[in-house]
């Protein structure tokens, strides 16, 4: 008999896991995929580590969580500075100096203020009433219109105007020539991929693929005292309330013999003629001498039961159907909900740490 039974191995799960086995505890994981490491799983690909459910950059202002992660596994300096292809012309993300010279030939802070100023005085007095206004009356036309319209139109399925204003509540435009996309002090990618990091917090656990809990769940929770359930709340109730939203993506791998294809991690797609919103190069997150390279497409996709569920529509409808589940889990005595699914938010790499390592505390003390 154990003491825990962990539905799902993706970081939650497993940093559970870990926790509970350091403090004596007997714990089994299950995981309905055929692999750990949840949507943080790598796939070496002759030494390539690619990020088969989309890019994953580590990064965090909190120490210990760094070095939390670091105790499991080495991590690199990678630093995130993407680019935006638009109409084939290359501009640097996020919003900073070297992209107002690229967008408009300025050279100093105060020239690029001046200008986005001068942009954002067309919404002067008036409420923004959607997306699009929203954009303009924070940053102007020409960087609504070259770098934020048609990505987040592909994102959401919905023209800008058609979008609340609340989904941008500010943009931050950087004063500096630094194209660092995260202010984080810490940042980084795992040498040798993900699962390698998952796998380490794993060790010396029992862990059992291909197996859904919720086809078999009486006679699995009896295997157990307690159960840590981390996968989608509305399937664990069978939908009861309905389904709780989510938009997808779908990832288009290719195999290229060249060594290096577009020479950065990231590259963002902001026009909405090109259907995918970025190509991902994945041998620049943890670089490799390779003859081959592999690039991923990533098309953003409406959700339907059975896709996978990438981000969780969180609108006044689904919050207030979540808040039903929750009720419902709330009520549970030997189940604990937690992670992303389980949650129904989106969570970064270091936020779900933090709370599995809160929810374990909690257990463990009472
Ligand atoms: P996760 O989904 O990883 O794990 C849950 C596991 O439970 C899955 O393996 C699932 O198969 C399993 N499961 C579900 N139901 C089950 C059942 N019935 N029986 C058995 N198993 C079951 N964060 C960040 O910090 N930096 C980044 O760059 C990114 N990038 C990024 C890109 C994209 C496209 C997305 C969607 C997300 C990110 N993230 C991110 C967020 C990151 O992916 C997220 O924080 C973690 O995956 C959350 O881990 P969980 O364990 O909560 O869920």
Redesign the pocket.
């Known amino acids: 008999m154990y003491d825990y039974l962990i539905?799902?191995?993706?970081?939650?799960?497993?940093v559970c896991a870990h926790e509970l086995k350091k403090n004596g505890k007997k714990v089994l994981v299950?995981?309905?995929?055929a692999h750990?490491?949840?949507?943080?799983?790598t796939e070496d690909n002759n030494g390539i580590h690619v990020?088969k459910?989309?890019?994953?950059?580590?990064?965090?202002n909190e120490k210990d969580i760094w070095d939390y992660v670091n105790s499991f596994v080495e991590f690199n300096r990678f630093t995130?500075s993407p680019l935006a292809n638009y109409k084939g012309k290359l501009f640097n993300l996020p919003f900073n100096m070297n992209t107002f010279y690229q967008l408009w030939g300025v050279k100093t802070p105060s020239e690029a203020l001046n200008e986005i100023n001068e942009q954002r005085k067309e919404l002067e007095g008036k409420e923004p009433s959607n997306l699009e206004e929203q954009a303009i009356s924070l940053v102007g036309r020409d960087i609504y219109e070259i770098l934020i319209k048609g990505y987040t139109e592909k994102q959401w399925g919905r023209k800008a105007t058609d979008l609340p204003a609340f989904i941008i509540k500010r943009l931050p435009v950087r004063m500096t020539f630094d194209n660092n996309y995260f202010s984080d002090k810490y940042q980084g990618v795992p040498v040798g991929g993900y699962t390698k990091l998952v796998s380490n917090m794993l060790e010396g656990i029992d862990v059992e693929l291909n197996?859904?809990?919720?086809?078999k769940r009486e006679s699995l929770s009896q295997r157990a005292v307690k159960v840590i359930?981390?996968?989608?709340i509305d399937?664990?109730y069978d939908y009861i309330y309905g389904l709780l939203e989510y938009r997808s993506?779908c990832f288009k791998n290719e195999c290229l013999k060249e060594s290096n294809y577009q020479g950065n991690a990231v590259i963002n797609y902001t026009e909405a003629e090109v259907p995918f919103t970025r190509i991902i190069e994945h041998k620049h997150f943890d670089p490799i001498e390779t003859d081959h390279t592999i690039i991923t497409r990533?098309y953003p996709a409406e959700w339907k039961v059975g896709d996978e569920p990438?981000?969780p529509v969180n609108d006044e409808k689904n919050m207030a159907l979540f808040s039903k589940y929750r009720e419902l889990s709330q009520q549970e005595n030997n189940v604990i909900f937690?992670?992303?699914?389980?949650?129904y938010k989106?969570?970064?790499?270091?936020?779900?740490i933090r709370s599995?390592l809160y929810c374990i505390k909690q257990e463990l003390n009472g």
């Open positions: 539905v799902g191995a993706g970081l939650f799960g497993s299950i995981e309905k995929r750990i490491a949840g949507n943080l799983y990020h459910y989309g890019a994953h950059i580590f990064h965090t995130n197996i859904d809990y919720l086809s359930y981390t996968g989608p399937e664990y993506l990533e990438y981000y937690g992670g992303r699914l389980a949650e989106y969570y970064d790499m270091h936020q779900v599995a």
